[in-house]
């Protein structure tokens, strides 16, 4: 690109996005994220970059988010879509920092450099696709991100207020125009088409009950369930909460980060004993389901139970399919329950790898399996089925016996509902009310396939929580010196103890997990465990107390 180009550019930034703080931003485990009046200019520049990467791969569309996910309402965020519907590849996350993070002097230089390192032709076409969640902030931000892309002459696409699913849905579809059509109605008719075509070979039987609950968390997956909601036939009775209206503020004491952590009921939804409750994050990228017993004790169905129920009924399909060469596999993280891990091995049978949190992690290592299953206990997950898989399904689906034809057409279906790009609630939500409907089961049976060891999480506030290093998928940690010693000791006293400790990729903290055979042991090791890390990496504030 010629010079007076870019000169452009920089005349732009200054004017329209200027750089306002000199707080160093980094692109972590989500993109960027912080305060949403700290981002003007990283979202500017992040269109600049989501251009240069679509150049580099010939034209192909990028997407770009603009979302704090589970964050709190001030905090917003954006995060750049490789064309596959995937998250940017790991080696342009330093490129992106270094480019959020330049003066608005160096901008010029820095993007020029930044062409010429990653050897983007800019004389081809470059196509971006935006979204943005429901925060006040978001259309400003959206609006600058636009603007990054029109100034390196890309071609912005704004898709208004989308999940963070779908826009990765539509991003892989703009590539790969197999995979469905690229619009907010290309994702429903495809997913809702799914469920709906599913039903009909799989009537309500047994304990299922179509009568569904959802916390929206006051986000963006709510609004669009209410969407869906009227087009359902009555196939599932939606029962919406926490929409965004009546006050409600986003994921503030709901959604399911809010449900996973505090191990609680959210705000702003009616307690009916026994009710499944299905509960959204913020963007709709992950969901965790709940109910209440009639003793309002909490039960929690999270990451790790959906990602088990799921394989657990693809594993059944695939034998109806009588498709044994396939190889099906499970993707966890330290913080899935010791209880699911062994559920996963002894009793269903698949293998289980264990990975770094962080949904790319997961994903990297489900695609070596033929079908894969993977998940955070958070609630982040989805299933991948490679090219071979789904080319034996189809045929067996054709040309299969009866028997076997049947389970391969419910197979397709179930890929058809799947948003393989990245973990989707919407989908997800779906396809756990189709197992949970094929198998006649209410939501205690599902829970009863298991039975969770007690954990918590802590927090601990560090001087510098990149003190804490850590190894084999988290759960070593490496430095400061003493402190997996310590936590080995203090492990050690509990009966199933087990503890980690990691750096938190989007929070300026430490995060500390532990679980033990009783809730109050699992307290008090996480409490132990905060301690050590407040000790030996530098604590800052009140030390941590041993609850009582
Ligand atoms: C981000 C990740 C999520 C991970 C979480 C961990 C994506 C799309 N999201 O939300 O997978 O569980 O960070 O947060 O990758 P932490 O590092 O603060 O514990
Ligand atoms: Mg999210």
Known sequence: MPPSSLRVVYAFAREMHPKTSD????????????????????????????VIRSRVKNGRTIGMMITASHNLEPDNGVKLVDPDGEMLEQSWEEIATRLANVSD??????????????????????????????RYTSPRLAAA????????????????????????????????????????????????????????KLPVCGNYNTTLYVDGANGVGGKKLNIIRKSLDGELDLNLFNLGGNGGKLNLNCGADFVKVSQKPPVGIEHVPFQRVASLDGDADRIVYYYLDDKDNMNLLDGDRIATLLASYITELLKGCEASELQ????????????????????LKVPVTCVKTGVKHLHHAALAYDIGVYFEANGHGTVIYS?????????????????????AQLLQNFIDMTNETVGDAISDLFLVETVLCARGHDA?????????????????????RNAISTTDAER????????QTRIDELVATYTDGRAFVRPSGTEDVVRVYAEADTQQSADKLAAEVAQAVFDLAGGVGARPEIPA
């Not at 790969?176 to 429903?188: A, F, Q, R, S």
């Not at 789904?390 to 009866?402: C, F, R, S, T």
């Open 444 to 464: 205690t049976q599902w829970m009863s396939a298991y039975s969770d060891l007690p954990c918590r999480q802590l927090k601990v506030t560090v001087r510098d």
């Open 23 to 50: 707080v160093f931003i980094q692109y972590g485990t989500a993109g960027f994220r912080t305060k949403a009046n700290l981002l003007e200019h990283v979202v500017y520049r992040m269109g600049l970059l989501a």
């Open 476 to 483: 070593q940690c490496t430095s400061p010196e003493g402190l």
């Open 387 to 407: 090219d071979k898989a789904k080319k034996l399904i189809a045929k067996i689906a054709q040309e299969g016996e009866p028997e076997q034809r049947k389970a």
């Open 105 to 134: 002097n160096d901008l010029e230089s820095t993007t020029e450099q930044v062409i010429k390192q990653v050897n983007a032709d800019m004389s081809l076409k470059a196509s971006v696709f935006i979204g943005m969640d429901t």
């Open 328 to 347: 099906l596999g499970l993707v966890q993280t330290a913080y899935a329950n010791g209880a699911s891990t062994n559920y996963i091995t002894n009793d």
């Open 145 to 200: 991100a636009a603007n990054g892309v029109i100034a390196l002459k890309g071609t912005p696409k704004e898709f208004g207020i989308v999940t963070t699913p779908m826009l990765h849905y539509c991003v892989k579809c703009r590539n790969d125009n197999t995979y469905g059509t690229p619009t907010e109605e290309g994702y429903y008719e495809k997913i809702v088409g799914a469920f709906k075509n599913i039903r009909q």
